[in-house]
């Protein structure tokens, strides 16, 4: 009786456990998707300010040549961005020259 008990507690604090899990993993869900929203508005805002098409950031690899072309840098570059490591400081290259063509430090 006493390990039927204990057993029905355990397993009813494992179902506590599991939804609360699944609520935790949903809330974290939809702040994921707010900072995913959020990048990709701020993302077509600056490729409309640069006088390109705004629906060209959510295409991958294309949007990185077309920001290629609006921080003035080579489109060959694109192969560099493929390179692990390497990758880093081209980016680092890439933002700094594009906030300087916006007339930032």
Known sequence: MIVLTS??????????????????GFIFFLLYMALIVLIVAGQWKMYSKAGQPGWACIIPIYNMIVLLEIAGKPIWWILLLMIPFVNFVIVLLVLIELAARFGKG
């Open 7 to 24: 057993s029905l507690l355990a397993q009813g604090e494992g179902e506590v456990a599991a939804a609360a899990a699944g609520i935790f």
